[in-house]
């Protein structure tokens, strides 16, 4: 049963649904909320389980606070954490908060990946709890660009086309602001770690942005590069070089292609980034730095310590913040807006695309080049372009190949990684989808119950299965 309360005090009005299958849970938080000391109003929608919630986010047109408990009951085999995505169907503005007596890391992470905008502990007294959701709401909407933006940041928000960049831009004044001094960007290639480093330099104009691509420099002159020489140092120092370490001080410095650092080098930029001072080679004095890192990956550096490929000490300095970009196969929303952004900006534009250039191009699968050779298509275009106008005609052949369902499985240069995980060696056939669902939760489980030794039931609740499925699937494994 729902239970609307509504507190009359005179300023401003406030909708919040809370979802929680104790009831004296929702009757003790309401009245948190009523005893606030702003003057505002207050209509919180209390609800027992999830078809009472979903009922009061039908009917509210206006919604700016929803607080889930996290394990509801358990009959109804719902969490608050697959309720998330209701929030942000009907009302996306909304904040969303998880609540839980659990607040380890495990249930936080939970939250995290969910879309959460914040937890809350129920073990914790939530006493002025509407100041915190006051000041949780400033600190979101801040962050998506809702209010608050200053000059530098709207120009950001401009630069570049894409949700997942636009959120980015909106982290950066963050960043930078914060006692953060080192953030490390991943994806694969083509998926826009450069544009990103972009927008950080564009933030901080005024101050030293210096680039570095660690892959293109030989690895006998890395360290040259980085810590600069006195002249006689070596053959060939015939004068004083600054070092890029030096002339970043004061401002940033961007290390992109950071995993092909050999041992040596990492072992050098590891001594900097802790002493924030260099030596140049030949010289004795060493000089002090202020200097804040962005290192960027086209491959998993964690992956890389786990393989004793890159070294755990440097990688915890240069990873205080992390940006992970999505390759655009899993983020095609975005593919209409880029599309349309690029045809703007390209060199001879603006120009215009037909639909159906614009739908086949949605369609493809994008899996090698990501935004990269997204662009590089369009500028293909452009050759065949009839009056501004790209059309279908115009997308090169080697792009539309690749729809072809079998392209990836018959192309050569596609051997690895995609055809290894599906492929079966000795059989000569692929894995079956309910083969490989049987695989990825043997492997959940396993590596969960032997972190965790939680019950069935926490394990149910934590990946949303029914009880039931869970000890027949953990039955076959046993038997197995």
């Given at each position: 049963?729902?239970i609307?309360?509504?507190?009359?005090?005179?300023?401003?009005?406030?909708?919040v649904?809370?979802v929680?299958?104790?009831i004296?849970e929702?009757?003790?938080l309401?009245?948190n909320?009523?005893?606030?000391?702003?003057?505002?109003?207050?209509l919180?929608?209390?609800?027992?389980?999830?078809?009472?919630?979903?009922?009061?986010?039908n009917k509210?047109?206006?919604?700016d606070?929803?607080?889930?408990?996290?394990?509801?009951?358990?009959?109804?085999n719902i969490?608050?954490?697959?309720l998330?995505?209701?929030?942000?169907?009907?009302?996306p503005?909304?904040?969303?908060?998880?609540?839980?007596?659990?607040?380890?890391p495990?249930?936080?992470?939970?939250?995290?990946?969910?879309?959460a905008?914040?937890?809350?502990?129920k073990?914790?007294?939530?006493?002025?709890?509407?100041?915190?959701?006051?000041?949780?709401?400033?600190?979101?909407?801040?962050k998506?660009g809702i209010?608050?933006?200053?000059?530098?940041?709207?120009?950001?928000?401009?630069?570049?086309?894409?949700?997942?960049?636009?959120?980015?831009?909106?982290?950066?004044?963050?960043?930078?602001?914060?006692?953060?001094?080192?953030?490390?960007?991943?994806?694969?290639?083509?998926?826009?770690?450069?544009?990103v480093a972009?927008?950080?330099?564009?933030?901080i104009?005024?101050?030293p942005f210096?680039?570095?691509?660690?892959?293109s420099i030989?690895?006998?002159?890395?360290?040259?590069?980085?810590?600069?020489?006195?002249?006689?140092?070596?053959?060939g120092?015939?004068?004083?070089?600054?070092?890029?370490?030096?002339?970043?001080?004061?401002g940033?410095?961007?290390?992109?292609?950071?995993?092909?650092?050999?041992?040596?080098?990492?072992?050098?930029?590891?001594?900097?980034?802790?002493?924030?001072e260099?030596?140049r080679?030949?010289d004795?004095?060493s000089?002090?730095?202020?200097?804040?890192?962005?290192?960027?990956?086209?491959?998993?550096?964690?992956?890389?310590?786990?393989?004793?490929?890159?070294?755990?000490?440097l990688w915890q300095?240069?990873?205080?913040?992390?940006?992970?970009?999505?390759?655009?196969?899993?983020?095609?929303?975005?593919?209409?807006?880029?599309?349309?952004f690029?045809?703007?900006?390209?060199?001879?534009?603006?120009?215009s695309?037909e639909?159906t250039?614009l739908?086949?191009?949605?369609?493809?699968?994008?899996?090698?080049?990501?935004?990269?050779?997204?662009?590089?298509?369009?500028?293909?275009m452009?050759?065949?372009q009839?009056?501004?106008?790209l059309?279908?005609?115009?997308?090169p052949?080697?792009?539309?190949?690749?729809?072809n369902?079998?392209?990836?499985?018959?192309?050569?240069?596609?051997?690895?990684?995609f055809?290894?995980?599906?492929?079966?060696?000795?059989?000569?056939?692929?894995?079956?989808?309910?083969?490989?669902?049987?695989?990825?939760?043997?492997?959940?489980f396993?590596?969960?119950?032997?972190?965790?030794?939680?019950s069935?039931?926490?394990?149910?609740?934590?990946f949303g299965?029914?009880?039931?499925?869970?000890?027949?699937?953990?039955?076959?494994?046993k038997?197995?």
């Amino acid at each position: 049963m729902s239970i609307k309360h509504q507190y009359h005090l005179d300023k401003d009005v406030f909708y919040v649904i809370h979802v929680d299958d104790d009831i004296l849970e929702l009757r003790s938080l309401a009245r948190n909320l009523q005893t606030n000391k702003n003057n505002l109003k207050i209509l919180i929608t209390s609800c027992l389980n999830a078809i009472e919630f979903k009922s009061a986010l039908n009917k509210l047109k206006i919604l700016d606070f929803v607080i889930l408990d996290i394990h509801l009951s358990e009959k109804e085999n719902i969490t608050g954490i697959s309720l998330v995505k209701e929030v942000k169907r009907f009302h996306p503005n909304a904040i969303i908060l998880m609540s839980s007596n659990l607040d380890d890391p495990a249930t936080v992470l939970q939250s995290l990946r969910a879309g959460a905008d914040e937890f809350i502990s129920k073990k914790i007294n939530n006493q002025n709890l509407l100041e915190k959701l006051l000041l949780i709401r400033s600190t979101i909407f801040n962050k998506r660009g809702i209010i608050g933006l200053d000059k530098k940041e709207k120009n950001l928000s401009k630069k570049f086309s894409g949700e997942t960049i636009k959120k980015i831009s909106r982290r950066i004044p963050q960043i930078v602001n914060s006692a953060i001094t080192s953030v490390y960007i991943e994806g694969e290639s083509g998926t826009g770690k450069e544009v990103v480093a972009e927008l950080f330099e564009d933030y901080i104009k005024g101050l030293p942005f210096v680039k570095m691509n660690c892959g293109s420099i030989a690895a006998n002159l890395v360290e040259s590069e980085l810590f600069g020489y006195v002249k006689g140092a070596f053959t060939g120092a015939l004068t004083n070089k600054v070092g890029l370490l030096e002339a970043a001080s004061g401002g940033w410095l961007f290390l992109d292609e950071v995993a092909s650092l050999s041992d040596s080098a990492q072992m050098a930029l590891l001594r900097a980034i802790e002493n924030q001072e260099v030596t140049r080679i030949g010289d004795s004095a060493s000089r002090k730095i202020n200097v804040r890192f962005i290192a960027a990956s086209n491959v998993s550096l964690w992956d890389m310590v786990q393989e004793n490929k890159f070294r755990n000490d440097l990688w915890q300095r240069l990873c205080e913040t992390e940006i992970y970009l999505k390759p655009l196969r899993e983020r095609r929303s975005e593919i209409p807006d880029l599309i349309l952004f690029f045809c703007k900006t390209m060199r001879g534009g603006p120009y215009s695309i037909e639909e159906t250039a614009l739908n086949v191009l949605c369609q493809l699968p994008w899996i090698e080049g990501n935004v990269r050779e997204l662009r590089n298509c369009l500028r293909a275009m452009t050759e065949h372009q009839v009056n501004k106008i790209l059309t279908p005609l115009g997308i090169p052949e080697r792009i539309l190949m690749k729809n072809n369902d079998n392209y990836y499985f018959l192309n050569k240069r596609d051997n690895s990684g995609f055809i290894k995980l599906f492929y079966k060696d000795n059989a000569g056939e692929y894995y079956k989808y309910e083969e490989l669902e049987e695989q990825l939760f043997e492997k959940i489980f396993k590596q969960y119950n032997s972190e965790s030794k939680k019950s069935i039931s926490e394990f149910s609740k934590t990946f949303g299965l029914a009880r039931s499925t869970v000890q027949i699937k953990i039955k076959k494994i046993k038997k197995d």
